[in-house]
């Protein structure tokens, strides 16, 4: 029983990476319409930028936290108005394509950059535990945990109660007739990215005492986000929440009571089966075109 | 026995009745129009009898069979052909590529003899070319036989969507608001062909159309909708001077 | 310009419009012939990867171009080709009977993959597919006692007719490339035939395909298995190439890498799986030629502007850390994706229509007769 808690702990942390990379791509999703390959990437480059603040100029750790996740919010901008912004409008799948290019080029010349050893960033949450009857649980996971639920409600906030969550949910809709409603179309979309590269840092520096960074890191973490988004509805952000948590913790009984190998596809096989039940997800809607 | 039948059709979404109880027969070689306010639910009876759409209940019967239970691309074998209310066509393909889907239901050749090209699917492809050409003729789409759709003004493509009706050598076609967006020249050249289909062809036509200057012109009948229910049936100038029907359009 | 008067029906289904045609493809195929005979076995041997990239290139285009169905799995498609190659010839099975078993078998499988695709449109069906492509790789690792996990599996030699086909053979070579030309005449057949051409109305408008009386199921379906029984046959050659498989060879890069070559040949015809295999296999000998070469023309150079020895050694010293870097391949490949979607949206096919078109029309050609319109997004959630 005490195995089991353990797990749903471990599982539910993380979860919670996978439901903040989710989140990511719920964010873009939301307001384009449009799935950002490199969120991963994203992250994976903004652990890079905070150990660069933290580790190698010897900052504090809040200090660069913070560095780290405006310099990202500042690539995340730039990065759309390079590469988005010109095919803003095309279909879907050339989007995607762009940003899985975008995402491969990232990743090498991070490669290239910063080596393709294993980076640490020490936080202050790296050695703690708190222990909790015979259960032993790490800082650095719950700390995970917490600033999930933080990050997601306050985005869910903000989506649902700001002016400018509801003009990014128009021009998701319809681009054009937002754009004729006032809404400054283009601006949106990079503030998206901004915040959207903004989470995936907070992410990435989260996650640093429990995965290390390299340059891998956001293909692997990405990949698995996928089913979280997927599971969630795409479009919903307690959705990606609840569906990273489901994928962790799916993840983490299937290494722990299944035979080997299991481990790395329970998701991809837990995803497969509900877009073949429920294509729309746990949380999103279906609605049908009109003819 | 009627040529086409629906016997108490209805279609909710939720609450909402988009179509309720609809009772309706089409003889053959007739004229229908379906006329009604917008929201009145004459589409919805267009995607229910081309089966995009399940109904709540109710039946519907072609030719003495039922069809209320058959997969959307069935309906387009039996020979119920139709037209879209906001025109959907293959974008990145031809006109005549178009139009050759149009005869989809007419080909046989299996996978294959069309990976080796075998002489019969090329006689069956000149086949049908001509059939496409008597179409083209028809509507006088000639000047426009090789041009994308993407590159083609609004009317022509109307036009295009109605000759893509006809390649299926339909008994029955639907058309869905055959003159919006179009011309007055466009849409009297439009009443020609409506006439021109039913007698020259011998096809049956259901419309729906908000233009009443057209439904008077070809209609044999008339059809008024509201709210899912149907108000009137009968000649043009009757159903136009019904009670209910001016009640409808005037909001009174 | 030429203006082809058309007086029958043949004119528009024809292979060839015009005697103009017969006469390139007749060089080309003359070209091809004799490649292996003034080409150094390197190159033969990269204008083998050219041909199986191109039929993939091909089976995906099959797929995704023209029925509007993304994939990002088809590494997986390869995978099963390759390794029911590997698995049959244990057997002593001969290569005609296992060459066909892995295209029909990966074709089988693809089906089964297309009706759960049947409900996905877009990008959920890129995730689906990303999905089983990681669900394949890791069965290969774990099912040993068929693929031998991550030891892999050796491939022999093809052993046709009583003689050896050696992988790096001009018998090899004709092989790889008579697989390329059926399979690309048996792709222009089915698109010139009802099929494609209902391949195409299912990826401009479902609704209208479905009312034209096309079962948009069965169709896409048979558009997944006829897209991966084409790929299972390169994986075939695939495997006799590297005469050496294992699972981590067929991951999602790879999977990129074949949307590459359409994406950068040009996503609209089947030119463009031919030129974009040439362009992603050429990126290699590149590779090779910047770590050998130009780093020593690189120092040259500047010996030549006048810096100093030392300095010049110091500058082919860091220009070969850079070419010789671990991650410029996959930067190159990033870059061009991305420049290709953004510069160059009809890919290298698309470039050279409008350098036909440049001078045929001379000096009138405008920039704007290739220019797509603004577009903005409808939500593509509704369909």
Known sequence: MLDFVQQLVSGIALGCVYGLIALGFVLIYKATEVVNFAQGDLMMLGGFFAFTFIGILGLNYWIGFLGAVIAMAAFGMLAERLVVRPILGYPQFTIVMATIGLGFFLRSVAGMIWGTDDLKIDTPFSQGVLRLGGLVLAHDKLSVIAATLLLCLLLYLFFNKTTLGTAMRASSENMLAAYYMGIPVKRVVSIVWAISAAVATAAGVLLAPITFIHSNVGLVLGLKAFPAAVLGGFGSIPGALVGGVLIGVIESMAGFYLPQGWKDVAPYIVLLSVLLLKPEGIFGLHVRKKV | ?252 | MKFLFKTDYEDDIRLFPHSGYLWTYGTLLILIAAAPHFLSSYLVSQLVFVSIYAIVGVALLILTGFTGQASLGHAAFLAIGAYTTAYLQQFGVPFPVYFLTAGLLTGIIGAIVGFPALRLHGIYLVIATISFALIVEEILARWESVTHGNEGLRVKTIQMLGTTVPRDSPGFYYLCMGVLIFVILGAINLLRSPTGRAFVAIRDSETAAKSMGINVSLYKVKSFAISAAITGLAGCLFAHKLSFISPEMFTLQLSIEFIMVILIGGAFSLHGAVLGAIFIVMVDPFLTFLKDDIPGAIANLSLLLGAGAERAAAIEKSSAAFASANGLKGAIYGFLIMAFILFEPLGLYGRWLKIKLFFQLFPLYKRATFKRQKIYVKSERNR
């Open chain 2, 1 to 252: 026995m009627s040529y086409f039948r629906a016997e108490n059709l209805s279609l909710h979404f939720g609450g909402l009745k988009a179509v309720d109880s609809v009772n309706f027969a089409l003889e053959k070689g007739e004229i229908l129009s379906i006329i009604g306010p917008n929201g009145a639910g004459k589409s919805s009876i267009f995607n229910l009898i081309s089966r995009l759409y399940n109904p709540t209940s109710g039946r519907l019967f072609f030719e003495d069979q039922e069809i209320t239970q058959e997969p959307p691309y069935s309906i387009a074998k039996l020979g119920i052909a139709r037209t879209f209310q906001n025109i959907e066509l293959f974008e990145n393909a031809s006109v005549l590529n178009n139009l050759l889907v149009g005869r989809h239901r007419h080909c046989t050749s299996s996978l294959w003899q069309e990976i080796l090209y075998m002489p019969s699917v090329r006689r069956d492809e000149k086949i049908h070319r001509h059939k496409v050409e008597q179409v083209i003729e028809f509507l006088d789409l000639e000047p426009y036989r090789d041009r994308v759709i993407s590159g083609l003004p609004y009317g022509v493509r109307k036009v295009v969507e109605l000759a893509r009706a006809l390649c299926t050598e339909p008994k029955l076609i639907l058309l869905d608001e055959p003159s919006s967006g179009l011309n007055v020249e466009e849409t009297t050249d439009m009443s020609f062909w409506i006439r021109d289909m039913q007698s020259e062809l011998g096809i049956t036509v259901l419309m729906v159309e908000h233009d009443m200057s057209l439904v008077s012109r070809v209609s044999d009948r008339v059809i008024a909708l509201n709210y899912g229910k149907v108000l009137a049936m009968g000649q043009p100038a009757e159903v136009q001077s019904h009670p209910d029907v001016v009640a409808a359009y005037l909001g009174a």
